[in-house]
């Protein structure tokens, strides 16, 4: 098998997006094209993309060029610090941005009051009559598709149009996707249509955006989120987006590079909802955050530490959501340099 690899000087890197089309015209007749592409950091102070270029048998028809396997490749490991999740916060807190949720009957009360409390401003809207007027006025859009019905499916590809054409993010949480065909296709058919900025699922859910053989027990996941990490690799490159395998590590993968939180308490997976909670919470990170990777790091840095705090005082699951919600309502920046767990 021939490798080629093209390494890229900083001077050279307005061509990096020229490279793999001028490397398929040469080789496509031979073999089809399996592109591995991995960051080197260099003590210079930057970071040179490096292009490997691997020529294996001859694609199956329809499969996508840009559907490879990417086992090999080396994430560069993101940082994060207390300083910056507490800005963003606190941004939130100051501009209190519009967060545009179609989620599921089970958590509306809960993602609202989460959304309330970090300081965002939550809308529950879903009838199709009003999707426009409504992503006119928010600042990023949540899709969950928890309780799915046709005339709400509808709604969702509406206002997720409605979103890419304003500008605004899209988070995407594909609940229960792989317990059913009907939901497993609305997910797929979905995020090809109109790719979000961030998707958010356990293990389950994001295998099952790629993988016809995953499964899951009805929403809760059915392995643990490292299992996922490469199909999140993949997802992120076919998508452009940043994939949150949630578990008891969060692997945030994005172009990036790759984030590892470990905040959380075993109690928070005795509370329905939490999921779609964390999702809401990106929502609003990345409403005042740009980088789609940051943002989502620092809403599951947030989601996280906020458990741990609220389990230290909570006798049960029951008493966990209301001082889960105390605790994302007060938490402060010594909580956050106190309590949060990055795994370098």
Known sequence: MFEALVELSPKSLLLWGCVPFIVRLKFQKRNALKFVSRTIPHSGGYDTPTLAVELGPRARPGVHTRDFKRTNMELAVMKITAEEIYKSIELIRAQAPVIH????????????????????????????????????????LVINIGTLSKKWIKSMFIAASAAR?????????????????????TARDLIAAEPPAIIRGNASEIMALYDDKSKTKGVDSATSSDKAI???????????????????????????????IRNGHPLMSRVTGLGCTASA??????AVEKSALNAT???????GIAGEMAATTSAGPGSLQMHFLDCLYRISKEDITKCLKVEN
């Open 297 to 303: 790091t620092q809403a599951m840095s947030v989601m």
């Open 101 to 140: 949720n179609i989620t599921n009957y089970v958590v509306m009360n809960n993602t609202a009051n989460a959304l309330l409390a970090i300081g965002a401003s939550p809308v529950m809207a879903h009838a199709e009559e009003e999707m426009g007027e409504m992503v006119a006025i928010a600042s990023a």
């Open 230 to 260: 490469d199909i999140a690799q993949r997802l992120s490159e076919i998508h452009k987006c940043v994939i949150c395998v949630s578990g008891k590590m969060d692997y945030i993968v994005g172009q990036e590079g790759i984030s590892k």
């Open 281 to 286: 919470l990106c929502g609003a990170f990345v």
């Open 165 to 185: 054409k304003k500008g605004i993010p899209l988070v995407f949480d594909p609940v229960g996707a792989g317990a059913t065909s009907y939901r497993t296709k």
